[in-house]
């Protein structure tokens, strides 16, 4: 999912790039289309991408784990939820 919101993000920020007086020269786009229209709508693509990743989770967590004692020496531990 996250992997997703990236995309998403990234795409976002090309649409925003096309409001940029150099891109524009670079990219002919087929139809003028108004800069509010296209900074708007690359700004709701980066959220939406944000969203995504926000919602993803996060995958780097480590299960907390206890030591279970013997006495004094760690015999082993248990993963707590």
Known sequence: MKIIGYIVTLAGLAVLSLTVKPVQEVVKLPMQINNLYLSIGGL????????????????????????????????????MK
Do not use: A, T
């Not at 991408?49 to 996060?58: A, D, N, Q, T």
């Not at 967590?61 to 248990?78: A, L, S, T």
């Open 44 to 79: 709701i693509i980066i959220l939406i991408g944000i969203i995504f990743i926000k919602k993803g989770g996060s995958s780097g967590k480590q299960v907390k784990e206890v030591p279970i004692y013997h006495g004094k020496n760690i015999v082993g531990y248990r993963r």
